[in-house]
């Protein structure tokens, strides 16, 4: 009996983790403005390295567009990356790019914008920012829609710096909840 019971609890508590851990994809930016990008400020240099999958087509003709940021506001927008004089976004290669623009805090957000007919698939988009230890990387793997801003935003509101926001609302409602599964189990 007790052993069921555990059983039970453990089954509980691990499709609680489980359903936490999931990866974000890929989505169409809903109100994503690039007019409203900031253009002023200090300038810093990032490194951008965007691979296109095996799975594109040979070459792309496409324009590709990208915009990246923080959660704070600092937003760096580079149009016209692609160049098919220097070959650029062939499939399974990999582009480098250096791009200037507003410094930021940990980049949280990158968003990829194509115009044409080839329907370009990236791979993954990893970004530097000199003075940061570490890239930030974002794995695409699936066809930017046309005409679409289209991307992730792991971004928390900068006025989500309170403990609530650092550690998710989400995640306390999964915790109480077990704790009140976990209870009712124990004690029927």
């Known amino acids: ?11 509980c508590f691990v499709s609680l983790s489980v359903s936490e851990s999931k990866v974000l994809e890929p989505h169409a930016a809903e109100s994503f403005n690039v007019s409203l990008i900031q253009k002023l400020g200090t300038s810093c240099s990032y490194r951008v390295i965007i691979s296109t999958s095996c799975s594109s087509s040979r ?9 990246f940021g923080d959660a704070y506001g600092n937003q760096i927008y580079s149009p016209r990356l692609d160049d098919p004089s220097i070959k650029t976004f062939e499939q399974c290669s990999s582009d480098t790019f250096e ?3 507003p410094c930021t805090y940990q980049l949280c957000y990158v968003y990829l914008y194509r115009s044409g007919p080839d329907g370009w698939i990236p791979e993954s988009v990893k970004i530097h920012s000199h003075g940061s230890k570490s890239d930030v990387t974002f794995p695409y793997n699936t066809l930017v829609p046309e005409s679409v801003w289209y991307g992730f935003n792991y971004c928390k509101s900068a006025s989500d710096s309170s403990v609530l926001g650092a550690i998710g609302l989400e995640r306390i409602v999964l915790v109480v909840v077990g704790f009140i599964v976990a209870g009712l189990i124990l004690f029927l």
């Open 1 to 11: 009996m007790v052993s069921t019971r555990l059983f039970t609890l453990l089954l």
């Open 99 to 101: 791009i200037n623009g």
């Open 59 to 67: 070459y792309t003709r496409d324009q590709i567009s990208i915009a």
